[in-house]
Nanobody, 127 residues
Framework: QVQLEESGGGWAQPGSSLRLSCVASGRTSNGYDLGWFRQAPGKEREFVAAIRWSGSNTLYADSVKGRFTVSRDSAKTTVYLQMNSLKPEDTAVYYC????????????????????WGQGTQVTVSS
């Protein structure tokens, strides 16, 4: 079992920044890929970004490419999502998700491949 806990959400003005954190605990020693997803009211959950266990390989949705950066700390217990140049359309509940082992690259953007999910953190972007 892997437990995930997100934090760092809140209210932000358009153009500003927020940094989300996802702390992993439990059976993490064998490594896991981690994804960030978001869900806005009335919309389906969508992929935002993903990072490999090694931290050397990342993937982004087109809608956030160049604005968001995913990274993980050297202890590999915390994954960050740095969100810059925020837009109102970034408003959503953001979730981190983990998959023990290694996903195929093409699987990274799809929520069905992740086994463990955090409870989510709300991000609201408005003026």
């Amino acid at each position: 079992q892997v437990q995930l806990e997100e934090s760092g959400g809140g209210w932000a003005q358009p153009g500003s920044s927020l940094r989300l954190s996802c702390v992993a605990s439990g059976r993490t020693s064998n490594g896991y890929d981690l994804g960030w997803f978001r869900q806005a009211p009335g919309k389906e959950r969508e992929f935002v970004a993903a990072i490999r266990w090694s931290g050397s390989n990342t993937l982004y949705a087109d809608s956030v490419k160049g604005r968001f950066t995913v990274s993980r700390d050297s202890a590999k217990t915390t994954v960050y999502l740095q969100m810059n140049s925020l837009k109102p359309e970034d408003t959503a509940v953001y979730y981190c998700a983990a998959r023990p082992g290694r996903l195929v690259q093409s699987q990274l953007p799809y929520s069905r491949w992740y086994d463990y999910w955090g409870q989510g953190t709300q991000v609201t972007v408005s003026s």
